[in-house]
């Protein structure tokens, strides 16, 4: 049965980085869980399996501040399973610019978290796929390497699981300078996916970065490279205000009807950055828990029609 909600994905970002910990327990992120599915939710994404210093289940290869029993990706994946939610696993970054496009030991340092990945969790249903968090918005640090390594390395263990990759748009939104327009994005992804757009199997832009007057000139493009190599486009929805520099409020409900409004001639289906934080009704920000209550109501009145 089709969801009468347009946002069915959340990322899960329990590296938390860059917003803080909601410090949940068990209890509490099932219970999140359930609230994800009341709004149709059917796909969650691990935004990172392991940055840097830190892992979401105890490995052997990366370090992690975990104990053996703090198994967090387990869990989820358990929970998961248990509700019919398909769940997208991240891969390791070692950093932001994953050292200034080292790709090649971005590459082998995945090659180990692949296989311990799948070695440990390769037998629940729920899941579904690879989501590849190395973010860009343009041609830098060796991305179209980092994109084709890691891309066949997933395909190659895993040939059954497909791939996402949510980039950000290259505009004045994100940069001073050097900003591309809609027409100079299909060429710069036309040259990115040229190399490894083969192993990709769904792009979700991120829409905050957009300028909102032209976010669907910057969608259309989107679609297009993404035809070209075979890609489906989905839109990450951020629940965050960009507006309000490095506060990561939650975004106003008109905003986001309107940025789902705006792109829905071009994706195939929208995932938000993230559901826990922004659109949560047991959210640690009151405004979000005001925001789940907008959304419940307006679409319970209003079913989305994709």
């Not at 440990?120 to 249903?125: A, K, P, Q």
């Not at 839109?235 to 507006?243: A, F, K």
Request: net charge negative; proline share 5%.
């Amino acid at each position: 049965m089709k969801s009468i909600y347009p946002i069915s994905g959340t990322f899960i970002d329990e590296i938390t980085y860059d917003i803080p910990s909601s410090n949940w327990s068990r209890e509490e992120w099932a219970k999140d869980l359930d609230n994800m599915m009341e709004v149709g939710i059917d796909t969650a994404i691990f935004i990172r399996g392991g940055f840097y210093n830190k892992t979401i289940f105890p490995s052997k290869h990366f370090p992690h501040i975990k104990d053996e029993t703090d198994d967090f990706a387990g869990f989820i994946l358990e929970e998961a399973q248990k509700r019919g939610i398909n769940i997208f696993f991240g891969l390791y970054i070692s950093t932001l610019t994953w050292n200034d496009g080292d790709a090649q030991t971005e590459i082998e340092r995945n090659r180990l978290f692949i296989d311990e990945v799948l070695e440990r969790y390769s037998h629940f249903t729920s899941f579904k796929g690879w989501y590849i968090p190395h973010e860009v918005g343009n041609d830098v640090f060796n991305i179209s390497d980092v994109f084709n390594g890691l891309g066949k390395l997933c395909k190659e263990k895993s040939p059954e699981k497909p791939i996402l990759i949510s980039p950000f748009f290259y505009t004045t939104v994100m940069v001073n300078e050097g900003a591309l327009s809609p027409e100079q994005t299909f060429e710069e992804w036309d040259k990115i996916l040229a190399k490894s757009g083969g192993y990709i199997d769904y792009c979700a832009f991120q829409d905050g970065s957009a300028p909102f007057d032209k976010m669907d000139e910057y969608f259309a493009q989107a679609k297009r490279v993404c035809d070209k190599y075979g890609i489906e486009l989905w839109s990450n929805v951020e629940g965050l205000d960009r507006d309000i520099p490095k506060v990561f409020a939650p975004v106003s409900f008109d905003v986001l009807k309107a940025k789902i409004n705006k792109v829905k001639p071009y994706v195939k289906k929208y995932i938000t950055f993230e559901f826990s934080h922004f659109l949560s009704p047991q959210s640690i920000y009151q405004s979000a828990r005001n925001l789940n209550k907008l959304y419940k109501e307006y679409y319970g009145k209003n079913p989305f029609k994709g």
